[in-house]
């Protein structure tokens, strides 16, 4: 590293093609482009050609130059801006150099951008070496930040690399967030692979969050071996899984997603389940989910998923879940299915919403929905609801009823 610094305060006084920063800087975002641009006549980067030359084609000797001509940029943000522009380029022809001349730099938080950047170009043309670099330097806050982008980075590209260099790194925060970063990744990326390691995690919220991680992914992909990995867990970490698992078959397959869900032992376990089954079939086919859900036995759960389906169905296709619902057989579950519905529309298209109340048979749910009607429309004009209610045809009895569910001013 010495060698390199001497060779670097070298060019700096014989000056290698001093470069005008101002008028050579076209873009700090663009990419190094090959060698060839990079060899062309450096007598039309010398300092007032008129000609743009982007730092993506910059030489070694030209980005030392640009280097030692910073402190013609008056603004600090833009000098920082520009060196880190520069740095980038650096890193692409000599990545270990860059970062060795980033850890030199004497100002904490140039030091910083620059260190960033450099180790954001490094992430993806050589994570090997930055890895080593970071292994290399002081644990503090900025290690902590360097070892976040090379954990992101290093997942998506090469699970298995970063996960046995997070295991080299200091037993600390550091080390427990890139091990979870890239522990996501990996339930992503291969999600039978990783759930034998997950399942012998101690259990903690991390842990919590990368058994939901894998079993979504895997639920998708395959459900049986999903839900065989799962009677391996812990009580409180299958109740978590099964969810996570039938959610994601539900995208794939919500018949079949559902049938397991329904022999399922009752309890909280079934419930969540068959709430994570609801979410995603109702966005995508609320008829079938309504149907499927009023077979639920009566109960919070299946006015949750009866609210939940009628509203997604209602949103495509208002006509339809209306005809739907007045033909149901007249009994409990009706009443649920037209009071989810009676509250859906009930901001929307009050009169309709009116009309249907009719159709309830129990006066305590009739009474919930005049409650909500009468809600919705107060938030808007009360003394308009007050002439809404007297110009309706129903009967004097309910428009007594309506008023009386008015907010007083």
Sequence with gaps: MKKRLLFLIAAFVLGYGAVNIWSHVK????????????????KERELGSSKNVSISEFSFSEIQAAVARLNRIPNSQRRIDTLCALM??????????????????????TQ??????????????????LAEKILAIPTNSLSGELVHILA?????????????WAGRLPENGDKEDA?????????EQYPEEASKAISLLSESSPTAR??????????????????????????????????????????????????????????????????????TWAGHSPQEAVEWVVQFPAGELQEQGIRLAVSAWNSVDSAGVQTWASNL????????????????????????????????????????????????????????????VAGLHVSDEMKARLKSFIPMN
């Design 152 to 164: 992101i980075s290093w997942a998506q590209c090469d699970v298995r690399s970063a996960l046995v």
């Design 329 to 388: 057989p007249v009994d409990q579950t009706r009443d649920t299915v037209m009071k989810s519905l009676v509250e859906t529309i009930a901001f929307s298209n009050p009169d309709k919403a009116i009309d249907m109340i009719s159709l309830i048979n129990d006066l305590g749910k009739q009474e919930q929905c005049e409650q909500a009607i009468v809600r919705y429309q107060s938030q808007i004009d009360q003394n308009a609801t007050q002439d809404w």
């Design 88 to 109: 980038r380029r650096w890193a692409e022809l000599d990545g270990s150099g860059a970062f060795d001349y980033a850890l030199l730099l004497n100002d904490a938080e």
């Design 210 to 279: 990368l058994i939901s991680i894998t079993a979504s992914h895997w639920g998708e992909t395959d459900p049986a071996k999903a839900l065989a990995w799962i009677n391996t867990l812990s009580e409180n970490q299958r109740a978590l899984a099964v969810s996570e698992v039938v959610g994601s078959w539900a995208r794939r397959d919500p018949v079949s997603a559902g049938s397991y869900v329904a022999q399922l032992p009752p309890g909280g376990m079934q419930d969540e389940a068959a709430r994570a089954v609801l979410s």
């Design 27 to 42: 873009s700090t975002s663009s990419r190094h482009q090959g060698d060839s641009s990079a060899s062309s006549s450096s």
């Design 112 to 129: 910083k951008q620059v260190l960033m950047a450099v180790a954001d170009e490094l992430s993806r043309l050589n994570p090997q070496l």
């Design 179 to 187: 091990f979870f970063t890239i522990r996501s990744q990996w339930a």
